[in-house]
Nanobody
Framework: QVQLVESGGGLVQAGGSLRLSCAAS????????MAWFRQAPGKERAVVAA????????SYADSVKGRFTISRNNAKNTVYLQMNSLKPEDTAVYYC???????????????????WGQGTQVTVSS
């Protein structure tokens, strides 16, 4: 059974940092693009960042560029999201996702990702 399990969420003050982790089990995703999405209350789920199979190519939503960094450790089958200079508008449930078919992120659309974690809550207080 394939599972993606996120961890590292929590409550932080504006300007603070958090590091999210996504550990995969049941299948290796070393050859697959991975991504982080988030969903704020009352809003649709949207991409935050994506990374290619070796980590050489990354993409970010404009709202997080320069503040967030996506990375991966294929030996550990884990993807990370380092979040710095957090803002209250970053408050959301953050989801890890894996693209079964592609090694490189395509259009950064939710429909392109086949496996999803259960999500981890990130709350940024002002």
């Amino acid at each position: 059974q394939v599972q993606l399990v996120e961890s590292g969420g929590g409550l932080v003050q504006a300007g603070g940092s958090l590091r999210l982790s996504c550990a995969a089990s049941g299948r290796a995703f070393n050859n697959n693009a991975m991504a982080w999405f988030r969903q704020a209350p009352g809003k649709e789920r949207a991409v935050v960042a994506a990374i290619s199979w070796r980590g050489g190519s990354t993409s970010y939503a404009d709202s997080v560029k320069g503040r967030f960094t996506i990375s991966r450790n294929n030996a550990k089958n884990t993807v990370y999201l380092q979040m710095n200079s957090l803002k209250p508008e970053d408050t959301a449930v953050y989801y890890c996702a894996a693209d079964y078919y592609r090694a490189y992120p395509l259009h950064l659309l939710e429909a392109e990702y086949d496996y999803w974690g259960q999500g981890t809550q990130v709350t940024v207080s002002s």
